[in-house]
């Protein structure tokens, strides 16, 4: 009995696994064709290219949307919501094998910054950001959170994944 109830189990969590991945792509697809509805993709793939760490050492205004074109799925959300990050600041740091890279400072603005759904938002984004080899920390302002209500802040300081700092 105990085999039949760890085997209907496994078959769960497998079933579970694979529901997950198809829903983790029709988001990814989705995502990615509102994003190229909203913003021109020659536009997106130039500021791919841009150097992250030049932007920062220039003080160029296309770091933002440098930064927002390396976003996943929540960039999607941002823009349909009318939100934005904002970099409060960014640090050029010398990593243990002399490349360059940034330390990020990062904040919201827009609909964003009221948006029950900013806890996971703000996970997307540092996770996303993280992939860019140019970027070696993403933390936010701890100034967001008082824009939570204290169920939220309590939630995304114990289960969110980020850091905030002052």
């Not at 050492?57 to 990050?85: F, Q, T, W, Y």
């Amino acid at each position: 009995m105990a085999d039949d109830t760890s085997k209907s189990s496994r078959e769960k969590d497998i079933l579970t696994e694979s529901y997950r991945d198809q829903i983790k792509s029709l988001i990814e697809k989705e995502s990615q064709r509102r994003t190229e509805i909203i913003h021109n993709p020659e536009e997106i793939s130039k500021l791919l290219s841009l150097s992250l760490v030049k932007l920062t050492e220039k003080n160029d205004e296309n770091l933002v949307p440098a930064l927002m074109a390396r976003l996943g799925p929540v960039r999607s959300a941002l823009d349909g919501h009318g939100g934005s990050i904002v970099v409060d600041s960014a640090e050029i740091i010398t990593t243990n094998q002399g490349e360059e890279s940034l330390k990020l400072v990062l904040n919201l603005d827009g609909a964003c910054i009221s948006c029950g759904a900013a806890p996971g938002t703000l996970k997307g984004i540092q996770d996303d950001l993280l992939i860019d080899e140019e970027i070696n920390s993403v933390c936010f302002s701890a100034s967001m959170l008082e824009w939570f209500n204290e169920l939220q802040r309590e939630f995304v300081l114990k289960h969110g994944g980020v850091k905030f700092i002052h």
